[in-house]
């Protein structure tokens, strides 16, 4: 203890040396946290946070190699890869991805050096939570924390007026909790006024709908009850179990699924009305205990950011296999939780993200985090079943569910580009959603804020998010029970199975109905695949596991050739599963003047082509990504090459031709020296000789080529009568730009 402590001691002095010596080297960080309307003056400043007025944050380290975390998680997820779906642990993760030992322990010194309190810290070695003052933070951060009058909402807000800063030796990815300009809200919507309710099948009070009545429709068997499996969920506010209670006394029913509520930040778990509304937990329990009601536990992750909680579900003991979140928020930077969300699908987690409640999206729309490519993005619909407690009958578009084209931009991922070409409203650029839906339609019964329940009043996709997470559970009871891998982040399975032969089997195609982008045949932005047909999807994503398919890689994957140059890459490919089809490859993302073949264009389950690239001295210098698509009946496998074109090196060549001379002696002869200037070389060249013997002189016309550099000289030797007789050697020095030159002629006397 004490040898730990002197330790310590040293590092906070070092590092309280370091700041000191390093401060005009602060460094950026990776995530950006201003808000624009601070910077524009849609928001007017308000005046100062309070000096003395202490915040928690979370100082957020950045993942190492991103590169190969990306590769792993496309090969965990790759039918044909032998990695797929072999998941990691949290400590396998952090070893292979996480930041280091030693950089963490610098951050943890370098914020107690800094004056803040450590108060957490976490496994990954990702979050590191903190306490201080705000003026503690300003000078930290070398920023100012400022008020300032929120553009569309009748409150004030703080944030940062700058990019923060920190003296470390290495850049952090993100400080969470330096604003509150969005705050987190609900996906869960009252039914407007003069709007009937429409339930009339439910099995709850006022024919509403039970979460039960939800299983009945979506899987509609007794099997399975997500036995052994656990589900976490997403919330900003904590709840008052005895509304749970309520609900199940009220429904009839018996709750035996322990709940466990965790403060993943110190934020209360408790919530009493009207101090706090638990509105939206209850439904989350509720949907997901409805679909699931034998699930090992249900554990609801309670914060104030989306670093505490994200982190602590990917980083729980043991983790939850199924999480739903239900809030949607507007970051500073959407791309703040990605590596949460790849340390989910890394570890074998899938997250169900509520697609929102304002129809079709906008640009301007805040739905984040639904858009995002590591979660399944999950839309509304109109359910009708065929009686209180009965199977599906039909269902249409919910008119308030989310969906559309990435507001945030996210770039379309490899799992929905085949897709995407086949939906007339869908991007080709962008992310599309949602990826499924379920019912969300103002039909569902509600017990909430220790008040009277209430039935066919609220509606959102925060009940359709927790439906699906608990419906997972089901598929991983059954895939355990199968001796087969658990299904992890489940989007490149769903994409597969709504591009074959089994979709209609496996999904409730979706085809009426409008969120303002219509519900079409396949995949549409309203209702994404559809919802689950019973227990055939249970069985086609567990099918899925074993699919035979092929895999593409590149080698080497990224090729730099200069202008004028040529360079190659194989792409091969591996088949699982008894795959043994014949694979065609093309290539696209070659910019003008680059020219790619493919040799052969078409392998077998297991083989090589060959990709040369030829670039042409007009091609533009800069970086480009080649994809190489390899397709074989419904499967379509896509590997990137990264091309740098660059400038061929700077310079010139000299060169004499002939480059030996006979000469008797009292004569002359004469060579040619040319030089020849690449990569923008624009100098003059100044000739001269030496290394020749006494008696022989050697002149040059000219002596100097003129700029750019490129051109001829006539060498002249003339031989006097007493030289020695034999071979010689004659220097040729060419400076050029302060680049010197040499090439030789031999020189041989006669008699």
């Known amino acids: 203890m004490t040898r730990r402590f002197v330790t310590s001691l040293f590092t906070v002095f070092m590092l309280a040396s370091v700041v000191s010596i390093c401060y005009a080297q602060s460094q950026p960080l990776l995530t950006h946290h201003v808000r624009e309307v601070t910077l524009d003056g849609q928001a007017r400043s308000a005046g100062r946070l309070p000096a003395e007025q202490r915040m928690r944050l979370v100082l957020v ?41 030693q950089d963490y322990d610098t951050v943890v010194g370098w914020a107690e050096a800094k ?48 990019e923060p800063t920190v003296d470390l030796p290495f850049r952090l990815w993100h400080i969470a909790g330096l604003d509150n300009y969005s705050i987190p809200h609900t996906t869960v919507i009252h039914i407007p006024q003069g709007v009937t309710p429409q339930a009339t099948t439910g099995s709850c009070p006022s024919q509403s709908f039970c979460g039960s009545d ?21 919330e ?11 609900y199940f006394t009220n429904a009839g029913q018996t709750n035996n699924v322990p709940i466990t509520l965790l403060s993943t930040d110190g934020t209360s778990t408790s919530c009493t009305y009207p101090n706090c509304d638990d509105l939206e937990q209850t439904i989350d329990m509720t949907q997901a205990l409805g679909m699931a009601p034998g699930l090992a536990s249900l554990v609801m992750y309670v914060g104030s950011t989306d670093a505490a909680i994200f982190n602590a579900m990917a980083t729980a003991d043991p983790l939850n296999a199924q999480l739903s979140s239900s809030w949607t928020w507007s970051p500073a930077d959407p791309g703040t939780d990605n590596p949460y969300f790849q340390e989910f699908a890394a570890q074998g987690q899938n997250l169900f993200q509520a697609a929102g409640d304002g129809g079709a999206w906008s640009s301007s729309s805040t739905i984040y985090p639904a858009d995002n490519l590591f979660l399944t993005s999950v839309g509304g619909t109109d359910l009708e079943t065929s009686s209180p407690g009965g199977p599906w009958s039909s269902e249409t578009a919910w008119a308030d569910g ?19 070409s086949g939906c007339s409203n869908c991007s080709n650029t962008y992310r599309n959603g949602p990826d499924v839906a379920a019912n969300a339609n103002f039909t569902f019964y509600v017990c909430a804020d220790q008040s009277a329940c209430t039935a066919n009043m609220w509606g959102g996709t925060s009940f359709a998010a927790p439906m699906w997470a608990g419906y997972l559970a089901l598929v991983n009871q059954q895939a355990v029970a199968e001796s087969k891998p658990t299904l992890g982040f489940i989007n490149p399975a769903l994409y597969d199975i709504g591009l074959s032969s089994s979709y209609d089997a496996d999904f409730h195609d979706i085809t009426t109905g409008s969120n ?4 079409t045949t396949g995949y549409d932005l309203a209702t994404g695949w559809g919802s689950p047909n019973g227990s055939g999807l249970v069985s086609g994503l567990i099918t899925s596991v074993n699919a035979p398919g092929f895999g593409l890689t590149a080698s080497p994957t990224a090729v730099s050739v200069t202008q004028g140059g040529s360079g190659t890459s194989t792409i091969s490919s591996t088949g699982t599963n008894g795959f043994d089809s014949s694979i065609s490859l093309s290539a696209t993302g070659q910019p003008a003047g680059v020219t790619v073949v493919l040799g052969p264009k078409s392998i077998s389950g297991a083989g090589t082509s060959t990709m040369t690239i030829t670039v042409a001295s007009s091609a533009a210098v800069g970086t480009y990504r080649i994809k190489v698509t390899g397709t074989s009946g419904g499967i379509t496998e896509i590997v990137t090459v990264t091309l740098t074109v660059g400038k061929p090196p700077s310079g010139y060549t000299i060169s004499a031709s002939p480059s030996s001379l006979s000469i008797a002696r009292g004569s002359s002869g004469t060579s040619t020296i040319t030089t020849v200037v690449s990569g923008g070389f624009d100098s003059s060249i100044s000739l001269s000789a030496t290394g020749y013997p006494e008696g022989v002189t050697v002149a040059f016309s000219p002596a100097t080529i003129k700029a750019p550099g490129s051109g001829t000289s006539t060498m002249k030797v003339t031989v006097g009568k007493g030289v020695a007789l034999g071979d010689h050697t004659i220097t040729i020095n060419a400076t050029g730009a302060g680049v010197p030159r040499t090439t030789q002629v031999t020189l041989d006397v006669l008699n």
Not at 135 to 162: S, V, W
Not at 236 to 246: F, H, K, V
Not at 516 to 519: R, T
């Open 61 to 101: 380290l950045p993942l190492h190699d991103q590169a190969g975390l990306d590769q792993f998680l496309k090969d965990l997820y790759n039918p044909s890869s032998r990695s797929y779906r072999q998941y990691i642990t949290v400590d396998e993760f952090t070893r292979m991805f996480g930041p280091s030992q």
């Open 516 to 519: 303002g982008d219509p519900a």
């Open 402 to 420: 989310g969906g559309g084209i990435s507001p945030d931009h996210f770039a379309i991922p490899f799992w929905q580009t085949t897709t995407a």
């Open 236 to 246: 900003y506010a904590g709840t008052d179990l005895t509304d749970l209670d309520t």
């Open 214 to 234: 939800m299983r009945a429709a979506y899987y509609g068997g007794t099997a399975l009850t997500g036995h052994g499996q656990s589900v976490g969920l997403l």
């Open 115 to 162: 004056g803040f309190t450590v108060v957490g810290t976490s496994r990954n070695r990702r979050n590191v939570d903190v306490t201080g003052s705000v003026a503690t933070i300003d000078t930290a951060f070398h920023l100012n924390m400022g008020l300032y009058q929120h553009p569309t909402e009748n409150r004030t807000f703080y944030a940062p007026d700058r």
